[in-house]
């Protein structure tokens, strides 16, 4: 039997778990009064008696229908789903359309069911459109949690603007939720606000289980005290008609739907489609087509609502391309010149490796997916030591069993490129969500005294060219170098300006050239610390590393002067880096009441809160430091320009009056704000917290409003 | 110095490596400790390949016998212990031109680092591995290791070590893409050069456990074994090492093993009242990771920027 014929004989038919139901479309005029549908269930496996069984429901269906028809005086007007207002962010359901300059959307579900790569879609067409966009993925920490869960959700988030995006932003505007219960997770995490309006499927309603109805119908309840705007809409249904199993390509119905809302251009859309399934069938490319103009034509004729956001002409991008920050890390390794990445595998750092095991070839690059985190650092030193640019990719986890390896490396003096996507600690913490934790162990953590390199990416561009920085620092300092992201940076999406490659970025070839054999391996200069060093092949270089304390020579050395100038060479290398270094830019004026200073992912968030408070006349600025190992200089004097100097970070603090015990004199500060105290002996505070998802500029905002409040208050007090 | 080249004519090789070339620092072991004659055997082997000195490098991680390195005129790693494994496959992973030895012992390869001795099997990359076994750890100063005889008493364990010693070679031999595994002792020297010789030449991870004596703390361990020879059997085969009739002499038990015979190495070393002497498994064939690992090594500057020019679109918009 044909693949045409069997369609032919389910019309009105759905299958649920195993039993044959059946529906029909109710005219829209009723849908007020009946819902999208009625339906019903056969109470039947089997699909021939299904068929038989159909007729009877379809006439008692018709005959309902006639029934409203005559009570409506047929002339019903549509049904109009006219959402509550509650803040003047609000949709608003009108006819025509809305300009917006930015807008969030969120698209939830339980794990396959393909979410993520709608939102996907939908950011790659906004940002082909010329829009800044920024996408996040919402991950569950299992891999297939149970279906409706609330703890499971599974989703994206798209943040679309007429300018350059450079956080996820605030509470989403409009989402799509698959199911009810897994909208609760994303509440919990502020994703959402009153007003919020949530597109959510109905099927549920009519759940054979009575428990998921009752589920259903509280959850709903829940929801409107909320303050969110429910609309329920039959997605599974309307996927029905077009095909049999609506838990793969419900999605691109949800494109479709989205596109219409955001009146996306559906000919780039179709395209990204074709993109997704070009190693499928043309059946299969032609199934998501159907589905995605089905999900359009629902929307333009169910949904009231419409918006439009214009890309801003200065803020278009010369060639973009488009990756999340660990796709960028792993092309920054390509374009640094390193060739051997050696890693374990980590979330939320393994997708860095997963993007180069499938395109390093091009760049002649090999990953070792190594035993252990220890063995893959060890590897890539081993690799270093023979003169290959290697690179280990990690997080938080990982870095602590990595410890007395990158000891080695700093004793031994081996460039080095450590790439740590953070993830919420301690221990095995959270590891799918953002944190900004290891700070402190990247600038400590290892016995003894281990100086290094640690430099912070604050923007996906900057994953990608932090990369080939980390490499070149590397090798010109003979040292290992952290460079820290996070979850946030690493998941996160959007266009950047592409890179344009050039030779110089890439490592020199290996120097095979004989050494002077009167050059000791470790031939420190006395003032900055800096020495070459002799690859293995090189004829008269010949020494043996150890990682044992060690003289110029690499003679193991137990004596005391010797010990002390190992240590004091180790060290100068970073006064040396230090004194080639300028202060960071300041963002906002340089003197006022408050500065916020930040470092990593926070960037867009901290910015973008910082420029609303000064929209509203506040005295604030933020700097934002990429280098916490040497630090950037004029640190100091930058702080003195402003009367509060205050760090917001991801990570622990204590928060002064939040238990009778957190005083001025026990509190813990943050982790930067504790390393810039000991650095500049000056008062600096912090704010900071560990809710495992990235801050929202409205937060910060927030933040500043109540610190400048709390400074003009304890003014007036002295005055 | 000199050769016969296939074609008969003469080939003069412009450098000449004696013994001297190999070797570095005088060795700071204790007297009548088995690694001096490991170590002697190592410059033997070096300057009988006559690979140039500062293309070999010797890697090893803690422990007494990993301070081999500091004797040797060579590039080396003394690195961390347990780890010399990791490092010494990142040495060859892009680097296919270095000849790599790595020097461990019974606790660093078999205690701490028995991840990496498991897995550097199973890679198989070109690399000798020698594991000095003398039953204890002596730089720490006497303290049980994996291989210490039930009952001999140490610093951790005074009333003697509670369970029986691991196996190396079964575990060794139960490892996929094993490629050669062979064990000796370190007072044979004939059969030492000769299986070390051997192990050099292999292509791939040549496997081979020294018993090696250590008469400062656990004298008993080696003499046990040199008093009584018959609880040593040495391996015959023409696949296997050849020792003269002299050698052979000093066992009074000979077994014809073929080395390429998985299972039968796998008996022998099984049976714990008889130690094997010589080349238990030798497969040339194992598939080698360094020759995945180095592709694309030689990749010129140019056709790099074109790859990653390629890459980039993949996410242009």
Known sequence: ?????????????????????????????????????????????????????????????????????????????????????????????????????????????????????????????????????????????????????????????????????????????????????????????????????????????????????????????????????????????????????????????????????????????????????????????????????????????????????????????????????????????????????????????????????????LTGGFVHQAEDEIAAIGFAIGASYAGKTACTITSGPGMALKTEMIGLAIMAELPLVIINVQRGGPSTGLPTKVEQGDLLSALYGIPGDSPKIVIAAATISECFHFVVMARKLAESFRTPVIMLTDANLGTGVQPIERPEVTEEWFAAPLDQSDWDPEVAPYDWDKETGLSERPIPGMRGGEYILTGLAHNRNSKIAYDSVSNQEGMDMRSRKFAAMSATMKPPEIHGDPTGDLLIVGWGSTLGAIEEAVDRARAEGQKVSCVHLRFLSPMEPGLKEIFAGFKKVMTVEINYSDVPGSSPLITEDTRRYSQLALVLRAQTLMDIDCWSMVPGHPLQPGTIHKVIDSRLAEMKGAEACSA | MFGLKGDWSLEVKNRYFT?????????????????????????????????????????????????????????????????????????????????????????????????????????????????????????????????????????????????????????????????????????????????????????????????????????????????EPARMQLLTHEKGVQVDDSVKKLFPNHAEHDPSDLGAARALAEDANILPLGILYHNPDAPQYDLMTSVGMDMSIDDRLVGMNQALDHFAL
């Not at chain 1, 994703?191 to 119908?217: C, F, H, S």
């Not at chain 1, 059946?283 to 609502?305: C, P, Q, S, T």
């Not at chain 2, 990496?116 to 594991?131: E, K, P, Q, S």
């Open chain 2, 19 to 227: 013994l001297d070339d190999y070797s570095g620092a005088e060795p700071r072991w204790c007297t009548g400790c088995g690694d001096h004659g490991i170590l002697a055997a190592v410059h033997r082997v070096c300057r009988e390949s006559q690979i140039e000195p500062e293309k070999t490098v010797a890697v090893s991680g803690i422990g007494c016998s990993s301070r081999l390195p500091h004797y040797m005129s060579t590039y080396g790693f003394h690195g961390l212990h347990g780890r010399a494994l990791p490092v010494a496959c990142g040495v060859k992973s892009r680097r296919p031109d270095l000849d790599v030895w790595v020097a461990t012992g019974d606790g660093d390869c078999f205690s701490i680092g028995a991840a990496h001795w498991i897995h550097a099997m199973r890679y198989n990359m070109d690399i000798t591995l020698l594991v000095f076994d003398n039953g204890i750890y002596g730089l720490t100063k006497k303290q049980t290791s994996p291989t210490t005889p039930l009952d001999v008493p140490t610093n951790t364990h005074p009333s003697g070590a509670l369970l029986p010693p691991l196996n190396p070679l079964t575990v060794t031999l139960g490892i996929t893409n094993i490629s050669f595994v062979a064990q000796i002792v370190d007072w044979n020297a004939p059969l030492r050069h000769e299986v070390i010789k051997k192990a050099h030449e292999h292509k791939g991870t040549s496997f081979v456990r020294i018993i090696q004596r250590c008469p400062v703390y656990v004298e008993s361990i080696g003499k046990a074994l040199q008093d």
């Open chain 1, 1 to 361: 039997m044909s693949q045409s014929q069997i369609s032919e004989d389910t019309k009105y038919l759905f299958k649920r778990d195993k039993t044959w139901w059946v529906k029909l479309a109710v005219p829209r005029p009723l849908r007020g009064e009946l819902g999208f549908d009625l339906r019903r269930s056969l109470h039947t496996d089997n699909v021939e008696a299904a068929r038989e069984a159909r007729w009877e429901a379809i006439e008692e269906f018709r005959s309902r229908f006639e029934q409203a028809m005559a009570q409506q005086g047929g002339n019903a007007a549509a049904a109009v789903m006219d959402p509550v207002e509650d803040s003047d962010r609000a949709v608003q359901a009108r006819d025509g359309v809305r300009k917006v300059d930015q807008h969030i959307v969120e698209i939830v579900s339980d794990s396959g069911e393909g979410a993520q790569k709608c939102g996907q879609v939908l950011g790659l067409v906004s940002g082909k459109m010329g829009n800044g966009v920024w996408t996040v993925e919402i991950i569950p920490a299992e891999i297939q949690p149970p279906a409706r869960e609330r703890q499971g959700a599974s989703g994206i988030r798209v943040r679309m603007g007429s300018k350059y995006m450079t956080n996820m932003g605030d509470e989403a505007d409009i989402v799509v939720a698959f199911n009810e219960q897994v909208l609760y997770s994303r509440i919990s995490n502020h994703a959402y606000r009153k007003g919020t309006v949530v597109l959510l499927e109905n099927m549920w309603a009519e759940d054979p289980d009575p428990k998921i109805r009752e589920q259903y119908k509280e959850a709903l309840a829940d929801f409107e005290a909320q303050g969110l705007v429910v609309l329920e809409l039959p997605i599974q249904e309307e996927c029905l008609k077009l095909v049999p199993d609506p838990r793969k390509g419900k999605n691109m119905f949800v494109l479709g739907m989205l596109c219409s809302i955001y009146n996306r251009d559906t000919e780039i859309a179709k395209n990204e489609i074709t993109k997704i399934f070009k190693k499928k069938s043309e059946k299969v490319i032609k199934i998501n087509h159907d589905l995605f103009d089905a999900g359009y034509a629902f929307a333009r004729e169910n949904i009231n609502y419409a918006f439009e956001i214009p890309a801003a002409k200065e803020d278009q991008l010369k060639s973009a391309v488009v990756m999340n920050g660990n796709t960028a890390a792993g092309l920054g390794v390509m374009a640094s010149g390193i060739e051997l990445v050696s890693m374990y595998p980590i979330t939320p750092a393994t997708s860095a490796s997963h993007y180069l095991a499938e395109d390093f070839h």
